[in-house]
């Protein structure tokens, strides 16, 4: 494995989305914080007495402060400490594996390949533990884990690469549309069936609604496209309108592309220029994609339809003052951040359909 690849394990953060599973006695820690500071070092004494009486929970969210404060080594001792007891430690031991978190010493010591490809295997071991954990009260960390098997199954990341393994781990971690399952493996079966290798549109339609409908931005801007045009559903501009405006207001960078689109088809220039140009002024990607939960891909696929509607429209001078140098350098940077759908956005041009 070359350098690229490290740097891709460890920096893809695909374990990002951990269910929050001891909100129902943070209340009962922060009641009589005085400051951040004195809250968290009474908190911290509080925990300790309580784990070393042998409360699993106090030693649990022992573990889960220090891991929030960022004392991942500290964290890590405490989870290995209880993970044959409790799935979530195990969980979190595989989050922190996973993300190449915890002893600094041993990165230095070992060498970053080393820690990367033992810290990958114990993060897929820990995480398969806790998917296939054989009791009733994993409860949703259980679908949490099943959902980042599959994401290790479809992109190789310490185990075989696998679509089929990917799909029936992702189908367990849905559970049939669940609102309290996964909502990411819903909406990521939604695009797997949007895939070539394993195109099923009405399947990929279906899961996006439900997806959407247990709260997912991604698959709402998902949803416009697909109603849009068709895809795996009879087309309902009214309805891709309606699903594109609001994934746009709540900050799906896919759907403001479209709707940018959407709104230069009707003749609304002044509007997708406003939007296009908006949109032209977003650079940190991976903010935007910790902030939305959106993949990185589809957010660079909207900043450049985006970014080529608003360009058209400075070359035509619709919606906005005639510019065709700005418009040279918008088609520009459009192309170098998504390439292909900027050539088949320039063929539209061609044929007279921008």
């Known amino acids: ?161 696998s679509s089929a393994e990917a799909e029936r781990l992702w189908l367990l971690a849905a559970d049939d549309g669940n609102p309290n399952a996964s909502v990411e493996a819903q909406s990521s079966l939604g695009m797997f069936y949007c895939r070539p290798e394993s195109l099923d549109l009405r399947k990929a339609f279906s899961w996006h609604s439900e997806a959407c409908g247990n709260g997912s931005l991604e698959s709402q801007g998902a949803l416009g496209v697909m109603y849009l045009y068709g895809h795996g559903v009879q087309k309902d501009p009214d309805a891709a309108l309606f699903c594109l405006k609001d994934a746009a207001e709540r900050g799906n960078v896919y759907a403001q592309g479209h709707l940018t689109a959407c709104y230069y088809h009707r003749k609304l220039y002044s509007r997708a220029a406003a939007l296009g140009e908006r949109v032209c002024t977003y650079e940190d990607i991976s903010a935007i994609a910790r902030h939305t939960g959106c993949l990185e891909e589809f957010i660079r696929k909207g900043i450049a339809i985006a970014m080529f509607y608003y360009a058209r429209c400075l070359h035509l001078g619709r919606g906005v003052l005639q510019n065709r140098d700005r418009a040279k350098s918008y088609f520009a940077q459009a192309a170098r951040i998504d390439p292909e759908i900027c050539q088949e956005l320039q063929m539209d041009v061609v044929h007279g359909r921008i």
């Not at 190449?100 to 820990?126: H, Q």
């Open 1 to 161: 494995m070359d350098c690229s690849g490290l740097e891709k394990i460890t920096t893809s953060k695909f374990l990002n989305t951990i269910t929050e599973i001891f909100e129902d006695i943070r209340e009962e820690l922060t009641q009589s914080a005085e400051s951040s500071a004195e809250s968290v070092e009474k908190t911290v004494t509080l925990l300790k007495e309580k784990s070393e009486r042998g409360d699993s929970q106090a030693a649990f969210l022992l573990g889960q402060l220090h891991y929030e404060e960022g004392r991942y080594a500290e964290a890590e001792i405490i989870f290995d400490g209880i993970k044959d007891e409790d799935p979530r430690a195990l969980y979190q031991l595989a989050v922190i594996y996973y993300d190449g978190l915890g002893n600094k010493e041993d990165l230095v010591r070992t060498f970053l390949l080393f820690i990367s490809l033992r810290s990958t295997g114990k993060a897929i071991e820990y995480m398969r533990r806790v998917a296939f954990w054989d009791s009733s009260e994993v409860g949703s960390v259980r679908h949490a884990a099943l959902y980042n098997l599959g994401r290790a199954y479809l992109e190789g990341y310490g185990v075989q690469a």
